[in-house]
């Protein structure tokens, strides 16, 4: 006999089954992803500036 799972999709943050209609299990996993996001958006918005910062610094001193 074949057992069949219900239709579910899994938590974005925490990778357990939930409802078809829903994203997160509950509002503290919505909040923990949102937090993660942030971080990671500023995280390559330092590293982009960086980057930038060295390139200009590196033609300036190609110049020299």
């Known amino acids: 006999m074949v ?3 219900p239709q579910h ?3 974005l ?3 357990k089954a939930i409802p078809i209609d829903r ?5 503290k996993c919505e909040a ?3 937090r993660a ?3 990671k958006k ?3 918005q330092i590293f982009y500036v960086i980057m930038i910062l060295i390139f200009i610094f590196a033609l300036l001193f190609s110049f020299i």
């Open 3 to 5: 057992e069949r799972v």
């Open 9 to 11: 999709k899994h938590c």
């Open 13 to 15: 943050n925490c990778d």
């Open 23 to 27: 994203k997160y299990c509950d509002e």
């Open 32 to 34: 923990e992803r949102e």
């Open 37 to 39: 996001l942030k971080a």
């Open 42 to 44: 500023r995280q390559l």
